[in-house]
């Protein structure tokens, strides 16, 4: 059932990772399954057995060909250095080649303890496993990179965090888990050696044009590459409300996924402001303040390859800054292309930042829903009734009416006609975001009763972001305020 694995982690030098087998668990359960993954990354589809994949993904029996080990890493967590964190409850099986050639490693959240849980029990909640199985899987059918679920497994067993709540275990998909953190982890050592092997790993792995280079033009490619492209995520991330919640360098990508879903959740009512995360008491990581988050990680992203940039430090100091300075440009060259696409534009005017910003400073101050602003766009093309239907959404009309009339205006000057823009803006705008009060409700069922009723219909609407829903739930809809879940928490 099970592609055969490659060990390319494992066959790294020593010193980068643990070996270390799962830890059985009672009773594993297959709760959820990505049949259309498991086709991609070349599983036989024909010899699935719900009964082989719970004992397999659960780690009570490791597929054929794999080699479990943790991941040596460091991270920045809210500002602060740990020289060694380290997969403390995930395990690496290894990695298949998939349908297209890619490599994909396969990692187990929750598999027990490793050699770097420090006082953690290397277990995970079932909620978090759920909840990142659902928005994981909503951010790639929104088009936006990160990890995958492949799978969610309950392990019979109840763990001990704030009640006691059930266990489960995650199957994570990534192109690779190398992080931000992974090259922190040698740099503090001194050991330049590894730097450069993770280096040369993640050039081969994510940026195959950057391969013919060498020498410190090969490194400061490397890093503008990174830069790139995370500035082009969490543009991504803003156009659809995202807060990731825990931008620590332990959850920055080297490849430009998106990786960790502890705390995050997606904005209802726009507020450039908003935080969800308990832990996040200063607004760190807040909706707005993340493309500076993103820019402080990949500093010290760039401090991890000062020695592979020049042998002179003050002249490595020099690329790696200069090459830090030009993330604003490209996050708002991302993010601009984002909200030009949100607004239906396909052509550019010196003016269309202004028009995206007073739309935002409009959804600001009238309390508007930002998934549902830019998806009544389309409508507001089409009918009097559907204009109504976006004014209705603020608590001030006059000044979103105000404002689409200039919008009118600014879509009249593209080159198509209307229909083709109403298309444009429903394949951009999704209907459906995984909500944070759908998800809660999901995961309550599913934790309280065994139920996966709601997991289920909640997951298929968000994999399908750009169709309008017309299943039992309308999971295009904002929470009423009773219903309103403005906390996340960990999920650790
Ligand atoms: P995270 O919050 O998942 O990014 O984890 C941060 C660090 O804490 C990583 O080193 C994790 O491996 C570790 N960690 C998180 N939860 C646990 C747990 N239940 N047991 C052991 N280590 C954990
Ligand atoms: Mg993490």
């Known amino acids: 059932m099970f592609p055969s694995f490659s060990l390319r982690y494992a066959h790294l030098p020593a010193r980068m990772s643990a070996e270390c087998a799962p830890t059985p668990v009672t009773k594993p359960q297959l709760v959820a399954f990505n049949h259309a993954l498991a086709e991609e990354l070349g599983f036989d589809a024909a010899a699935f057995d719900a009964g082989q994949a719970a004992d397999a993904l659960s780690g009570n029996a490791p ?51 490793t050699p770097f849980s420090r006082g953690g029990d290397g277990r995970a909640p079932l909620g978090p496993v759920l909840r990142e199985y659902l928005v994981s899987e909503a951010m790639h059918a929104l088009g936006i990179p990160t990890t995958r679920a492949l799978a969610a497994v309950t392990t019979g067993e109840r763990i001990v965090r704030s009640l006691a709540e059930p266990g489960a275990v995650l199957t994570r998909v990534a192109s690779s888990h190398l992080r931000v953190g992974t090259f922190q982890y040698f740099a503090v050592r001194r050991d330049v050696e590894a730097v450069q092997i993770l280096a040369d790993m993640a050039i081969e792995r994510h940026y195959p044009h950057l391969e013919s280079l060498s020498g410190s033009e090969r490194y400061l490619s490397l890093l503008e590459a990174v830069i790139a492209r995370q500035a082009e995520l969490v543009a991504r991330w803003m156009g659809v409300g995202f807060i990731h919640g825990v931008m620590n360098t332990d959850n920055t990508t080297i490849s430009g996924e998106t990786l960790d879903y502890g705390p995050c959740a997606f904005m209802d009512t726009f507020d450039s402001d908003t935080v969800f995360s308990s832990i996040d008491q200063r607004g760190r990581y807040a909706f707005s303040n993340q493309p500076h988050s993103a820019q ?21 100091i020099k690329m790696a800054t200069d090459a830090i300075e030009t993330f604003p440009e490209h ?56 204009e109504s239907r976006l004014i209705e959404l603020f608590d001030t009309p006059d000044a979103i009416a105000s404002w689409l009339v200039q919008w009118r205006e600014r879509v009249a000057r593209e080159d198509v006609d209307t229909a083709t823009i109403v298309a444009r803006l429903r394949a951009t705008n999704p209907a459906v975001i995984p ?10 069922a599913a934790d309280d009763q065994n139920d996966y009723a709601l997991f289920e219909s909640l997951l298929a609407a968000v994999t399908r972001p750009f169709e309008d829903p017309d299943g039992e739930v309308d999971y295009r809809q904002p929470p009423q305020s009773n219903e309103q879940v403005l906390r996340t928490f960990c999920g650790t």
């Open 435 to 444: 909500r944070n009060h759908q998800v809660a409700h999901a995961l309550k």
């Open 296 to 316: 402080w990680n990949l500093a010290r992203f760039a401090e991890t390859l000062l020695s592979l940039l020049d042998e002179d430090r003050e002249r490595a």
């Open 331 to 386: 996050f708002e060259a991302s993010f601009g292309a984002v909200k030009r696409a949100k607004l239906g534009l396909l052509g550019v005017e010196a003016d269309d930042e202004l028009l995206a910003q007073q739309l935002l400073d409009a959804m600001q101050a009238g309390h508007a829903d930002y998934t549902l602003t830019f998806r009544r766009l389309a409508d507001v093309l089409e009918s009097e009734e559907g």
């Open 63 to 113: 597929p054929e060909g794999s080699a479990p080990l943790a991941m040596a890493y460091a991270g920045h967590q809210f500002g602060n250095f740990v020289p060694k964190l380290g997969d403390g409850r995930a395990l690496l099986l290894g990695e298949v080649v998939d349908r297209e050639g890619q490599l994909r490693e396969l990692q187990l959240k929750g598999a027990g303890r």
